[in-house]
């Protein structure tokens, strides 16, 4: 479990990306505002979850995080440092203490090379081992990740989509990170696959000492790997609180709809269990409604919620929500 150091504080991030140049005769220039004011930490040795619908701007979140993308305003303090401020030259120290895990294993791996290549590329741009050193690391990452030394010399296209995830994960820690972002790492595996995954997540974070932000739309597994749950609506924090709270005591709206459609094994529970089913359509991220994002589609809207937007507040023991009626 973690102490009490926060690792990462991400403070009022927003991430914009320009969508027309305004045209001819002066028009407005629109923006798509993928990430709107997120603000969030996670301890040393945690996990947070980060869990929405798709297109909420969890994924662009993790990506401004680590400087895939530039943000448009807010701070991303890591052990102390703003990496928003960070000019782009100086920023490989931090690329080492922060790696990411893709969504797509083979989009993200490099086809035309070799497993060993693969993994190996962050090690000699660190200059972490060399020679025979660094051929043992390999071989070392591959038996943590339930590969085998012969695969070193494989091509992505020879592999499994679960395989070809943890030949993924392996680059990722194959610099000693601090903090792994991990982008949907299952959400394109198969389901039997995906639990292994996931415990053998857990298990690297033991061994490693690792900080995760693990990013999903599966609820189910979001709760079985992480600390503290975060629920993202059109850019914005709808509601965070420790797992087990939010599952037990869900307080927005938005997630009491997100976790009744979550399948229960039990018929007789299914039966009992109401799924709550929401009604019209996600609001345009380019021309995002005054007030909550919500509420458009929200049972307990009111005149207020279209008008004000809510921010989050302290329910107790650190759950927080943004709504002004629940």
């Not at 220039?29 to 930490?41: E, M, P, Q």
């Not at 060993?116 to 741009?125: L, N």
């Not at 060399?130 to 690391?137: F, K, N, T, V, Y």
């Not at 298990?203 to 600390?227: E, N, P, R, W």
């Amino acid at each position: 479990m973690s102490n009490q150091e926060n690792l990462l504080e991400v403070k009022n991030l927003r991430k914009y990306f320009k969508v027309g140049d305004g045209g001819l005769f002066g028009a407005k220039r629109s923006y798509l505002k993928a990430v709107d004011g997120v603000s969030f930490n996670i301890k040393k040795g945690e996990t947070l979850g980060l869990v929405g619908e798709s297109g909420c701007g969890k994924s662009t979140t993790g990506r401004t995080i680590v400087r895939l993308y530039d943000a448009t305003g807010g701070e991303v303090n890591f052990d102390g440092t703003d990496l928003t401020k960070v000019p782009e030259r100086d920023l490989l120290p931090f690329r080492k203490r922060i790696q990411m895990i893709f969504q797509d294993p083979y989009a993200s791996l490099n086809g035309r090379m070799t497993v060993t290549d693969i993994i190996g590329e962050g090690i000699t741009t660190h200059g972490i081992y060399h020679g025979a050193e660094r051929q043992e690391r390999i071989f070392d990452l591959l038996n943590r990740v339930g590969l085998k030394r012969e695969h070193a010399n494989r091509y992505p296209h020879e592999f499994s989509g679960g395989q070809r995830q943890r030949i993924g994960i392996a680059r990722a820690l194959a610099v000693e990170p601090d903090l792994v972002i991990c982008d949907e790492p299952i959400s394109a595996l198969d389901v039997s696959i995906q639990a292994q995954v996931v415990n053998m997540l857990e298990d690297l974070q033991d061994d490693m000492g690792l900080t995760y932000l693990f990013i999903a739309h599966d609820l189910s597994m979001v709760k079985h790997i992480s600390d503290r749950i975060g629920v993202m609506y059109l850019g914005m924090l709808a509601e965070t609180a420790e797992s087990e709270e939010l599952y037990r005591n869900p307080i927005h709206p938005y997630t009491k709809a997100l976790l009744s459609a979550i399948p229960v094994p039990d018929p007789k529970l299914t039966r009992q269990n109401k799924r709550i089913v929401l009604k019209g359509d996600v609001p345009s991220p380019i021309d995002p409604p005054e007030g909550c994002r919500f509420a458009s589609r929200c049972p307990l809207a009111s005149d207020k919620c279209r008008q004000v937007t809510p921010h989050l507040t302290d329910r107790g023991a650190g759950h927080m929500v943004a709504c002004h009626n629940a």
